[in-house]
């Protein structure tokens, strides 16, 4: 069969036949079952860890919603403890004010009781007057019949008279002041009266604002006992959280020592596909599958690895120069002439990066389903990771596991170029 003369419209039809065979003999393969069991054993490991740090997460984001649950509440009551303090103020000002009005009454009470005192005097000191003035007109009504006397005996002589009259006019004079003065009295007396049941209304007023004060502190005092509990639950699930995250981080130490693991051991079933059991062979610049998403994968990508003589080196240091949408990645003097992929796309992992040294591919995506091509001629063997039927860990995973395709430049892998095609579709 000559496969260099095959017309594309039957390349697929024949990858998908070879497919069938090829993934039937990978079961009744014997040579890949040490490490197959390896890698079940450890992907076993690594899902049941995963599940713990899935937890650990879920764990962890219960923490920090807690804290932050608490946190808004201490802030809710912070800020109507705050209104409850200006509230707190405010009746105290009014208290001093009303304390002020209080103190100005009694000075104002006070003014008047003096007032009603002098009052009180100057009535006293004209009611002397006119008791003085009552003697005197007694005492010179006893003697009438002399002043009748001395009157006609001192012709001419009018002054007694005259200070009779006089002293009429002038008790006239002291009613009238008498009774102007026993009405200012009166209505001194309505005024402190008024200002005495003004300081009791005030007072009244006073006492109930000083209750308000109180009930409104009272309030203040067990919001802020309850805002205390919330800060102290606050901190006792931010300390929770910062041990999970100690806990969180230790495991995903933890993680990346198991993907190291399974790298290395998907290495070695790629180095123990030494030998292409069957006679499928494929042509460089051959469609040999399309950019999928199956297996642990979080979108359509081709994970492409290199190997000459058994080892591994950069596909970026053997490809041909290509300028990606985000990256430089080739030489100018390449081991291989085709890309893996057809059209562009982005360099999504490097080879052997710091974050993730064991990873011995490129990852790259073109975000749809470009076609995969043999980046050389070789033998072709397709499988099947299985991944999803143990895998349950914090990426997805689609169908039975990552299907891939392993092209070895001769039959025997051991010599030449090889290469692995990962995530299939
Ligand atoms: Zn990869």
Redesign the pocket.
């Known amino acids: 069969m000559n496969y260099f003369a095959l017309t594309k419209k039957y390349t697929k039809t024949i990858v998908i036949a070879f497919t069938v065979i090829l993934l039937t003999l990978s079961i009744i393969v014997p040579v890949y079952a040490g490490a197959q069991e390896d890698l079940e054993n450890v992907q076993k490991e690594l899902a049941e860890l995963r599940k713990k740090q899935q937890e650990l997460n879920g764990r962890l984001g219960d923490q920090k919603a807690l804290s932050s649950k608490y946190g808004s509440e201490v802030y809710a009551l912070n800020s109507e403890i705050q209104k409850m303090d200006l509230q707190v103020q405010e009746k105290s000002l009014v208290i001093d004010e009303l304390n002020l009005q209080i103190q100005l009454l009694e000075q104002q009470i006070k003014d008047t009781i003096t007032q009603i005192e002098i009052t009180e005097g100057n009535i006293a000191k004209l009611q002397e007057e006119t008791d003085a003035r009552l003697a005197d007109m007694y005492m010179e009504t006893k003697s009438w019949d002399n002043s009748v006397n001395m009157m006609f005996a001192s012709e001419g002589n009018g002054d007694f008279v005259k200070d009779g009259l006089y002293r009429e006019a002038m008790q006239e004079d002291t009613n009238e002041k008498l009774d102007k003065l026993a009405l200012a009295k009166d209505n001194l007396e309505k005024d402190k009266e008024k200002l005495e049941n003004d300081k009791i209304k005030v007072e009244e007023d006073k006492t109930l604002l000083e209750e308000e004060k109180i009930a409104l502190e009272n309030d203040q005092t067990i919001l802020a006992q309850k805002r205390n509990k919330f800060e102290s639950m606050k901190r006792s699930a931010d300390t929770a959280a910062a041990a999970l995250a100690i806990e969180y981080e230790t495991m995903s130490d933890e993680e990346k020592k198991l993907q190291a693991q399974l790298d290395l051991l998907k290495q070695q079933i790629f180095n123990e596909v030494g030998q292409i059991p069957s006679g499928d062979y494929v042509a460089e610049g051959t469609i040999i599958g399309y950019e999928g998403n199956t297996g642990v994968s979080t979108g359509n990508h081709l994970?492409f690895e290199y190997r000459m003589n058994n080892t591994y080196n950069n596909p970026c240091s053997v490809l041909p120069g290509k300028q990606l949408y985000n990256a430089y990645c080739g030489t100018s003097n390449p081991t291989l002439n085709t890309w893996p992929m057809s059209g562009n796309y982005w360099l999504t992992?490097g080879y052997r990066t710091p974050s993730r040294p064991t990873?011995n591919?490129i990852?790259i995506s073109s975000g749809g389903s470009a076609a995969i091509i043999a980046s050389h001629s070789g033998w072709i063997y397709y499988g099947n990771d299985g991944a999803c039927s143990w895998y349950h860990g914090v990426y997805p995973c689609h169908g039975a596991g990552a299907n891939y395709a392993i092209i070895c430049q001769n039959k025997n892998c051991n010599t030449g170029i090889k290469t692995m095609y990962?995530h299939l579709r």
Request: charged share 15%; hydrophobic share 35%.
């Open positions: 994970h992992s990873h591919a990852d990962l």
